[in-house]
């Protein structure tokens, strides 16, 4: 056989239910790699002959290897700080007092308004170092930070431009129907404003987007404090119709059925869902509709309410664990963290959260067919982790256990 590398003594939980054990484990495993592409795996004692002399091969010292680790929801690219926010929420200001002030998501937006590219690209860059180092191969990063047509296109552009100068691959998602910027605050009531918004959105936004081939999804905060069900609808069905990708910010605060449409409508996810009722998931199962779970903004803003795991479990639902790293309501640039967090908070099982941010995950970004898991003719991507079970990637935290990357058949990280 020819190859370019090949590595041995090593386990794998390759994440395919197919292989039909817990993780998909494979121990005493090997795994060949050809142009990028996984070209062989299984028992080591399986493994053909190959040529060892003009083939690189890699020891894995019982050690596992696993897929790269895929952060399916991000808001990546933003100016500023509200670390303040923090401090005078701690000190028992209110929303309502911080966003009266001008602080809450206005002045996030206010700092991305005022960032140059340049600087937005250096910010990022920080960011995606820190997820890497944590064996993330694959992101997704949001807009919504600008709010207008000029700064929602330069936070894409940023992101687009991430994802051509560093090894992680990014997944970029149009967010322009965030919240409701303060230049809109002169119409008559709330509706007016939002309505007015949406317009701007799906007739400016959207097509500058597109034009520029800037996202790969269009996603909508539906909530009672931003936008409803029908000025969500048209904003994705406005995306569906550009051939857009299409999820939800849903049941975050409250369940007004933002769930359901999406999955109606054939949503790749629907992302927090705490407030999700059984109606909202069965329609879920049935569309085949991605949960994406997010433990870092339950643990931030200090939430009660869970979001319905036995449910989904109950009906198959797809759960995805992701970060949601941004600078309100999870300032946490860990995805392994959110791995553990997932457990203890929504008491996942550590398989679960690990299929959270690896198969399912990929479905979630619609990129299931080539990354997410590992099996013949998937993309090589995988870490090498020194730990000796599975489960002990999201036992512990704090500890640096990536041993090497892989990404699309390359080591990039030894």
């Known amino acids: 056989m020819s190859w370019d590398q090949v590595w041995i003594d090593v386990n794998i939980a390759t994440m395919d239910a197919k292989i039909g054990e817990p993780y998909g484990a494979i121990t005493a495993a090997a795994i060949a790699v050809k142009d990028g592409k996984i070209a062989w795996l299984g028992p080591r004692s399986e493994l053909p002959e190959f040529d060892v002399l003009a083939t690189p091969v890699y020891r894995g010292k019982g050690k596992w290897i696993m897929p790269g680790l895929i952060d399916a929801h991000t808001h990546l690219v933003f100016a500023g700080s509200r670390a303040n926010e923090f401090e005078l929420r701690l000190k028992g200001a209110s929303y309502e007092d911080i966003a009266r002030a001008g602080g809450g998501i206005i002045s996030t937006v206010k700092a991305c308004r005022e960032a140059d590219e340049a600087e937005l690209f250096e910010l990022g860059r920080q960011r995606l170092n820190a997820l890497a180092k944590e064996g993330v191969t694959t992101v997704e990063i949001k807009s919504g930070y600008g709010l207008d047509v000029e700064t929602e296109l330069k936070l894409l552009r940023v992101a687009r ?55 790969d999804a269009v996603d909508v905060f539906c909530e009672g404090i931003a936008f409803n069900l029908e000025q969500t ?53 049935e569309s085949g509709t991605c949960a994406v779970l997010l433990p870092g903004a339950f643990y931030f803003l200090r939430e009660t309410k869970l979001p319905p795991i036995d449910l989904l479990r109950q009906y198959q639902v797809p759960m995805v664990v992701a970060s949601d790293y941004n600078p309100g309501s999870s300032p946490i640039c860990s995805s392994l963290l959110m791995l553990n967090m997932a457990c203890t908070l929504f008491r996942l099982t550590p398989e679960e959260a690990l299929a959270g941010m690896t198969v399912n995950a990929a479905k979630a970004l619609g990129i299931g067919d080539n990354v997410g898991h590992l099996a013949v003719g998937m993309q090589a991507d995988f870490c090498l982790w020194n730990i000796s079970s599975a489960a002990e990637l999201a036992y512990s935290y704090g500890v640096d256990r990536l041993i090497d990357v892989v990404k699309a058949g390359k080591l990039v990280h030894q």
Request: charged fraction near 20%.
């Open 161 to 215: 431009e991430l994802g051509k100068h560093h090894h992680v691959d990014v997944k970029t998602t149009f967010l322009g129907a965030h919240a409701i910027p303060p230049e809109y605050k002169d119409a008559p009531n709330s509706t007016a404003r939002s309505d007015a918004y949406v317009d701007l959105v799906v007739n400016e936004m959207l097509p500058a987007v597109v034009a520029e081939h800037l996202a």
């Open 233 to 285: 609808e048209r904003v994705l069905n406005a995306a569906k119709a550009h051939g857009l990708g299409i999820k939800l910010h849903a049941e975050q605060l409250s369940n007004i059925g933002g769930s359901e449409m999406a999955a109606r409508l054939g949503a790749l996810s629907v992302d927090h869902i705490e407030y999700l009722d059984e109606v909202g998931v069965k329609a879920l199962s």
